[in-house]
């Protein structure tokens, strides 16, 4: 429910000649150099991982290297009374530098570099996103990026040197920009929301809804794509255990846990107007296989998966709530009748402190098998811990992340169980839940 994320603002173009510190061309004169930002969508977050810089002339392969160019940053929160958190301005870590084509794909002669910079979750100075400690909300914030040239540059005819560039020309932002952006009211009620399409072949295609978590709330649908890595619900990996898979991933104004009485007891002032946004995409979308709709979400969201399938059952082929927060507390004994024929799969660590698994999850989940219900899993796992390799606490073991971020091992379909003597990753299981498979049962 705490992520990070994406999108920067427009920048002021400054690149003189030599006389005024702009640069120094010899012979080669480019014109107008500026740069593009590409942010991608990692475990923690998002992450500004590259600059693609138009020198405005043609260089070879061997003329760049890491340290050809420094890259400075300055971060603006444009929020009023909101603290940044994390660095506000400071050097990008350059990890390679090389020639490309205008898309970034490295060539042997060409008019742009390719910048690719260090980033982690402790690497502040790379998110374009700022969490408010006052509202707790994310919320992009502007990146202003000023690139020096520090080694001369063999150009096709002269050298280049002395560069600053600071026009900005634009970004991109991986599988995010592969999602458009939309709306539906509902009895004064107005949700936005992100979707994605695969692919049309004539075959009906699953729906796979994400709920997100209290961070991404507001009135930008980019945020719940990007701030902890649903946008990989459209990633060529997930899709394919699907066949291709429509992707929905609605946005409430605040909380899904604003409720009729109080923060969290149990209703949603937003569950009608998502159930109604839910039907109205279906209906436009009329190659979406009706028997095969799946529901997930973390936190926040793994509330109001809870209440929908507590008062859609039917509806739904199967659901898989992540750190879900409704207290086990607030589930009568005949809720628990109404969602034991769903299958459900649940995820959670036993490190989360927001919503202890004890007094949610585990409780719930029992409740469940007690009840006989026949398609129910619980992936708990110990901590939260980085499975890519790239990080490391400071005593070498894998980095550690917040407990609650279970979420993690969702998007990476990393939730494994033994399902009829096989093992099955939850994508798997997911891909083969359906009604009419139920009904049948």
């Not at 998002?46 to 693609?52: D, E, H, M, N, R």
């Not at 990007?226 to 997930?238: E, G, P, R």
């Not at 098998?369 to 499975?387: I, K, M, N, Y």
Request: charged share 20%.
């Amino acid at each position: 429910m705490y992520g990070k994320t994406i999108v920067i603002l427009g920048l002021s173009l400054l690149l003189s000649l030599c006389g005024s510190g702009g640069g120094l061309v010899t012979a080669a004169k480019p014109t107008s150099p500026s740069y593009r930002t590409v942010t991608e969508i990692y475990d923690w977050g998002a992450g500004i991982s590259k600059l693609i810089v138009d020198l405005g002339v043609t260089v070879s392969r061997e003329s760049v290297a890491k340290d050809t160019f420094r890259v400075q940053v300055v971060r603006t929160e444009n929020r009023p009374n909101t603290r940044l958190l994390g660095e506000a301005a400071g050097d990008r870590e350059v990890v390679r530098a090389y020639v490309a084509d205008q898309a970034g794909q490295a060539v042997n002669n060409g008019r742009y570099v390719v910048l690719e910079m260090k980033v982690g979750p402790d690497v502040t100075l790379g998110s374009p996103l700022n969490f408010s400690l006052e509202t707790n909300f994310n919320a992009w914030v502007s990146c202003e990026y000023t690139i020096t040239q520090q080694k001369t540059i063999p150009a096709a005819a002269g050298t280049l040197s002395g560069l600053v560039i600071r026009n900005y020309a634009g970004g991109s932002r991986t599988l995010v920009d592969t999602f458009t952006m939309g709306k539906a009211a509902y009895e004064g009620i107005t949700l936005n929301y992100a979707s994605y399409t695969p692919p049309k072949d004539g075959k009906k295609k699953p729906l796979i809804i994400w709920l997100h978590g209290m961070g991404e709330g507001g009135t930008d649908p980019s945020l719940p794509i990007a701030a902890n890595k649903a946008d990989h619900f459209a990633s060529q990996k997930l899709q394919a255990y699907f066949g291709g898979a429509y992707v929905l991933v609605p946005q409430t104004p605040t909380f899904w846990m604003d409720g009729f009485q109080g923060f969290g007891d149990g209703t949603s002032k937003y569950e009608k107007a998502l159930m109604a946004m839910i039907r109205k995409y279906v209906a436009a979308n009329r190659d979406i296989d009706t028997n095969r709709i799946y529901l997930g979400g973390d936190s926040n969201g793994g509330y109001m998966t809870m209440l929908l399938v507590r008062d859609y059952p039917e509806y739904f082929a199967a659901a898989f709530p992540t750190c879900e927060a409704l207290r086990d507390s607030l589930i009568t004994a005949a809720d628990i009748q109404k969602m034991k024929n769903v299958p459900l799969w649940f995820t959670a660590a036993k490190t989360d402190k927001v919503v202890p698994p004890g007094e949610y999850v585990i409780a719930t989940y029992r409740r469940l098998l007690e009840a006989g219900a026949p398609d129910v899993h619980l992936s708990l796992f110990e901590d939260v811990r980085d499975t890519t390799g790239l990080y490391k606490n400071a005593d070498g073991t894998p980095y550690e992340y917040n407990g609650h971020w279970s979420w993690i091992y969702v998007y990476n379909n990393q939730c494994t169980a033994t399902i009829d003597g096989q093992q099955l990753a939850l994508m798997e299981w997911l891909a083969r839940q359906s009604l009419t498979t139920r009904r049948s049962n």
